[in-house]
């Protein structure tokens, strides 16, 4: 069984935000305005992370995009009282909106912030609705979104490879955000397979997870700046 | 059944939600939970036909980077834009404006049909007019004028306009009859060229091959945000850093705030707003008092490095001499701020590592550098030697072989383009200057040389550009016809009596040129992807309706009335065979290159109906073959050689004459040493003065462009608006960024309203304490503060382009920001 | 407009979701077809294949329902002397739809693809919908119903996915 994973390379990465809109647009996000963005009700599945550390003028700021962790341990799953976030047994954490009771535990709970409560009606002007995409789900008011690593689109490269009678490949399946990567700066693939990128890079040198010592067990590694 | 590989991933991507089949209205009926009365709504629905779903080329245009972009087209919509695998530009890549096209496409805030002005001007009322009504309109007003003889008094503002975009307009402007064809676009797209043209002579422009480049030495360069073409750069700095086995590539970045190419740099130097010039100079002074510059380079290519003797006989300083003699060491210090063991260290550092980049603003946005700066910066890249080398700087190759039978044209036509240019371009001061925008204004107030009749606005928003609203307004109000294309009611559009809304480029046929960062040309070539969600027409095809409307001679301009054919004859050459080739796999072009470059391969003509095909399906064509060792183009001065003592900008200033002459001179930077002849074709980097009390105006402004908006004329897109400021966790709104330390001394916190004002106007911010801000400099976003254009862009935020004033540059008379200085006032 | 039920409402109505989840197909209320079709006379004696009508089957997430122009490339002539064969003609000379309406029909949040079912995994209509091919007047409700219950016992005997992310997103 593959167990989806993403390794991004920081050093690599301009910070550009291409993985962040890509995400938007793939995954039927509502637009944000002034007021959700002020009381910080925006949706963001994926985030570009600003982190500043010592002052000026020997100061370091590392941008980090942030998509869910996929933890191995997610603490939503545990304060979910109905079940309706889930861990699949590719190691993807989902979100099933309909079952939702919009509670909030797994938003306080989840310590990288990655789970989105839909404080407003998602609606667009109508000939914005021309662009939502057919294969995911617009969610309600009052229920929690998440990222999904693009949980559709390894449905259909499984359709594809299962089609042609030959098992899932390396392109097959890919989420928004790694595919747009203009920098090639974030990998994504089967960590259970020595051979992928991701399974050999996340044993890189360079590599670290966010907010390991909470035992989380991201599946999302980060590749540091710098040699 | 039997299905095909191809058509079963054809299939596989048809697929449909339940929901979103049915329509649009998928919102107020929500599922289970919600009731049963959505329920049973849902269940009358029945969906009839199967859902076909395509990814058909186009190319992006939200910038002018060029991009091949796959639309997914699903029934009759657009719902995902990725980047086209196949294009040498991106490879399947896209960056966030990319990603936001459909935001420009499905824009509800988009004009849907033509409009006349109904109110008073700049009123915004407007009614509804037809297609017919408004072309007629369009028509009779010109013919009216070119009646009269007086076919100059129409002109027409421009974006960056390329391709076959800027071949109709060329064409109908000759063939009307006016010379009045400007580029609105202060500095945009033009970057480090001008300064190079000087140094290197004039070429199909230049390029700089960040890949293979193993040090790069950024002189606020904005590398990662506000670059000419954003994917490719980010591609080839993926590249640079880790697409060598070994050699990571270094990069070293100058700029008063830690922006995001400062926080991505190795090393971050904190530099006086403005001085990025001067410490060019400093590293080359060190360069040559250290001796480690390229000695080869620069006697067997270079002129000017050392004192050289004209032909009267007189001794002339050289760029040694220069360095020398202006540019002490205390002197950089203590112009630029920059600690002297830095300046040593990145100098030293810079002459090691080979091949080795020195990078000025080479952006669309930023406008303070300066043509003297852009040169002291770009001579270091002389000083080591890296030019047409891997990982140098690089002249881009000859453009495509594109052309129409040239536009024939009556006596009337002939002696309206006889007249001088409504901006001065091309004559006296602007003899080299193909555009000069910001002498619009004043000239249009002065009605200098002649009053202008029609404006036509065509991807130009100059009240929104300029710096001189007021006047800028009063000027329009003098115009008697305006007419805009623009498909938003941008702030220019307030002003116009006839809207012809565009469409936006997924719409419209497309036929564009441009360069690979490794300088080989690209045509890329696309077919509308789907049919316009509003009633606007492609301003190009509108052009060609007026001019045949209009009758001979001006309907002459074209030789066919579809844009369609007009792009087809203009990529007739390439079927004639010699380079080039329509896109391919990667691994495909590797291979044609070998057998090029060997000699092996040479290309024969081909079917032109097979090529047009081809052409479409893969997205455009390129030459993917670049000659490096052609000095000719890439040096092509009146020396033959790279010059530091610019003979170009000599023969320029000998040719003005008395009073032209002593007025293009003052605007070259004075020295304390050298003449100011002398000084005006060597790279005299300066630092401008900020303007302003010191002591009621204590902060410096440094005005920067938002990376997310760069290059954007319709910022209307919510998606990019909520990402603009995510390094200071702000957006929708204008702020300003300040050292904490400075925040307290002006007695302001972080989160508080502030006006900041300079002594030029005011705006609204919110104070924003940035460790990454100098102190005593507050660094303000440009590319808010739109005062209409939709709901999510008018009203949001300030201009603060109003806090700026400006100068014109000598030789290209582009427009450049003065530096400002500011206080804060707490609301 | 209708306003958004409160949360706690929702908490309320949960239950009762939960067993919609369960018994998520069908209407509740009988259906009247348009036009009393026949699928024994054209699967069985006929012996035409379901995606003749259905076109959407193998091709596209969901089946479809014919449009009268499929309907009219064999009855454009008249072929028996049943009046509800005229009203397809009916239709189709006024440029209208026919008015089907579904009887199989799963909730918004389930995504489930004919596709994948029937040209990927190669499952028979029948698995799902039952006798209805051999049914000879429109039934006033789906022949068998379709219920998460019995999507699961199907998926875990075939060893197909049973993530939850699989079929809700």
């Given amino acids: 069984m593959a167990k989806w994973g993403m390794v991004i390379d920081l050093d690599k990465c301009t910070a550009c935000q291409a993985c962040v809109i890509a995400c938007q647009a793939e995954n039927n996000i509502p637009n944000s305005d002034p007021e959700a ?77 990655v789970k989105y409560f839909n404080w407003f009606k998602p609606k667009w002007p109508e000939v914005m609705e021309h662009q939502l995409n057919p294969d995911v789900q617009v969610r309600y008011i009052g229920v929690v979104e998440k990222c999904t690593f693009c949980h559709h689109r390894l449905q259909k490269g499984r359709d594809l490879a299962r089609y042609e009678g030959r098992e899932l490949g390396p392109d097959d399946y890919m989420p928004a955000c790694v595919q747009t990567c203009p920098a090639d700066a974030m990998y994504f693939g089967d960590l259970d397979n020595p051979k992928s990128s991701v399974a050999i890079l996340s044993k890189s040198k360079r590599a670290f997870h966010l907010l390991e010592d909470l035992g989380t067990h991201p599946k999302v590694t980060y590749l540091s700046e710098g040699v | 059944m039997k299905m095909q590989r191809r058509d079963f991933i054809k299939l596989l991507s048809s697929s449909t939600t339940f929901g979103l089949a049915y329509g649009y209205g998928l919102f107020s009926r929500l599922p289970g939970i919600s009731g049963s009365e959505a329920l049973a709504k849902q269940l009358e629905d029945v969906s009839l036909r199967p859902v076909e779903e395509k990814w058909l080329p186009s190319i992006c245009r939200q910038c002018a980077g060029g991009c091949g972009v796959l639309v997914r087209v699903y029934g009759e919509r657009a719902v995902k834009l990725d980047g086209n695998p196949l294009h040498p530009i991106n490879g399947g890549r896209l960056c966030a404006r990319g990603q936001a096209g459909l935001q420009l496409l499905y824009n509800p805030d988009r004009i849907a049909t033509p409009l006349a002005r109904a109110g008073n001007r700049g009123e915004g009322k407007w009614k509804p007019v037809s297609w017919d009504e408004a072309l007629g309109t369009v028509g009779e007003k010109l013919k009216a004028l070119r009646k009269q003889g007086r076919p100059h008094e129409l002109a027409m503002l421009t974006g960056a306009q390329r391709g076959l975009e800027r ?26 060229n001008p300064a190079l043209n000087l140094m290197q002579g004039q070429a199909a422009g230049f390029t700089y091959d960040i890949e293979n480049a193993a040090h790069i030495l950024s002189f606020n360069s904005a590398l990662l945000e506000d670059h000419w073409s954003p994917v490719q750069l980010f591609r080839a700095y993926g590249n640079f850093r880790r697409g060598r086995k070994e050699n ?125 700066n ?134 419209k046929w497309q036929l564009d040129t441009t360069y690979t960062l490794k300088g080989h040309p690209v045509v890329n070539l696309s077919r509308p992807v789907l049919k316009a969600p509003f009633d606007g027409r492609d301003t190009n095809e509108v052009l060609l309706a007026v001019a045949a409307s209009m009758g001979k001679p001006v309907a002459n301009a074209f030789p066919s009335t579809r844009i369609e054919d007009l792009a087809k004859l203009s990529l007739q050459p390439l079927s004639k065979g010699g380079s080039g080739e329509p896109f391919g796999a990667p691994m495909e072009e590797l291979w044609t290159r070998l057998l090029e470059q060997s000699g092996w391969k040479v290309r024969t003509e081909v079917d032109f109906e097979k090529l047009w095909a081809d052409l479409l399906e893969r997205g455009g064509w390129w030459d993917p073959v670049y000659y490096r060792w052609e000095w000719r183009r890439a040096l092509a001065t009146p020396s033959g050689r790279f010059e530091f003592y610019s003979l170009g900008a000599r023969d320029y200033f000998a040719k003005l004459t008395g009073m032209e002459r002593d007025m293009a001179l003052q605007k070259t930077p004075r020295l304390v040493n050298l003449q100011q002849a002398d000084a005006a074709c060597l790279p005299a980097a300066s630092r401008a003065r900020a303007g302003g009390n010191e002591t009621l105006y204590a902060l410096e402004v440094n005005p920067y462009f938002i990376p997310i908006l760069s290059g954007i004329t319709h910022t209307n897109q919510p998606w990019l608006q909520d990402v603009t400021g995510f390094h200071v966790y702000q957006n929708w709104h204008t702020w300003v960024e300040i050292h904490p330390e400075t925040a307290h001394q002006v007695g302001v916190h972080n989160g508080d309203w502030v006006f900041v004002e300079s002594p030029g106007g005011r705006v609204k911010a919110r104070v924003r304490t940035y460790e990454g801000a100098m102190p005593h400099v507050i660094n303000l976003p440009v590319g808010l503060g739109h005062t209409s254009g939709g709901r999510w862009t008018a009203g949001i935020g300030e201009n603060v382009l109003k806090l700026l004033q400006a100068r014109q540059e000598p030789f290209t008379g582009q427009e450049q920001f003065k530096p400002a200085r500011a206080r804060l006032i707490k609301t | 407009m209708k306003k958004e039920p409160p949360i706690t409402m929702r908490l309320f109505a949960l239950s009762l979701s939960a067993a919609f989840a369960l018994v998520c197909s069908g209407s509740a209320s009988a259906v009247d077809q348009p036009i009393a079709y026949n699928h024994y006379k054209h699967t069985q004696e006929l012996e035409l294949e379901c995606t003749m009508c259905h076109t959407g089957v193998s091709t596209q997430i969901r089946a479809t329902l014919p449009s009268a122009e499929i309907c009219i490339s064999c009855h454009e002539e008249p072929v028996t002397d049943s009046a509800e064969e005229e009203k397809i003609r009916q239709y189709y000379a006024q440029n209208e739809e026919i008015p089907w309406k579904r009887l199989f029909q799963v909730p918004e949040h389930v995504f489930f693809s004919h596709r994948r079912h029937v040209t990927v995994a190669g499952l028979d209509c029948a698995k799902c919908h039952g006798n209805m091919a051999t049914q000879k007047k429109p039934p006033k409700k789906a022949p068998m119903a379709i219920s998460m219950k019995a999507c699961m016992s199907c998926h875990r005997k075939l060893q197909a996915q049973i993530d939850c992310v699989s079929c809700h997103r």
């Fill in chain 2, 374 to 507: 852009r040169m002291a910066i770009h001579a270091l890249n002389a000083l080591v030697g890296n030019i047409q080398k891997p990982g140098g700087v690089l002249a881009n190759a000859r453009p495509a072989d594109l052309s129409l039978p040239p536009v024939s044209r009556d006596r009337v036509a002939d002696q309206g383009l006889s007249r001088p240019r409504l901006d001065g371009a091309g004559a006296e001061r602007y003899a080299v200057a193909s555009d000069v925008p910001a002498s619009v204004t004043d000239n249009l107030l002065e009605k200098k040389p002649y009053p202008i009749e029609i404006l036509m606005l065509n991807g130009a928003n100059p009240l929104y550009e300029s710096l001189h609203f007021e006047r800028l307004v009063k000027a329009l109000k003098q115009i008697p016809t305006i007419v805009s294309f623009s498909p938003f009611h941008d702030e220019t559009t307030q002003w116009a009596d006839l809207v012809l809304p565009d469409t936006t480029y997924l719409e």
């Fill in chain 2, 167 to 192: 071949t109709v307009s060329e064409r109908f402007m000759a063939a009307y009859g006016s010379p009045n064809l400007v580029r609105y676009e202060p500095d945009r797209s033009l970057g480090m």
């Fill in chain 1, 37 to 113: 963005a002020r009381t910080g009700r925006n949706i963001h599945w994926m985030e570009m992370l600003p982190m500043v550390e010592e002052e000026y003028p020997h100061l370091r700021m590392r941008l980090m995009p942030r998509p869910c962790m996929h933890c191995e341990k997610p603490p939503c799953i545990k304060v979910c009282p109905v079940n309706a976030t889930q861990i699949s047994s590719e190691g993807i954490v989902g979100q099933i909106n309909a079952r939702c009771i919009g509670c909030r535990y797994c938003t306080t709970a989840c310590p990288y912030t």
């Fill in chain 2, 248 to 372: 990571r590539g270094k990069l070293v970045h100058a700029e008063p705030r830690l922006s995001v190419t400062g926080a991505k740099a190795d090393e971050w130097i904190p530099i006086k707003p403005g001085s990025e010039g001067i410490l060019a100079m400093g590293i080359a002074s060190i360069l040559i008092v250290e001796k480690r510059y390229d000695e080869n380079f620069v006697t067997e290519r270079c002129f000017g490095f050392d004192d050289w003797t004209d032909e009267s006989g007189t001794l002339r300083p050289g760029f040694r001499t220069l360095v020398i003699q202006e540019y002490p060491m205390d002197r950089v210090v203590k112009l630029t701020g920059v600690p002297r063991d830095i300046i040593i260290r990145t100098a030293r550092e810079f002459a090691r590592v080979q091949p080795a980049l020195a990078i000025g603003n080479d952006g669309p946005g930023v406008r303070h550098q300066g043509i003297y």
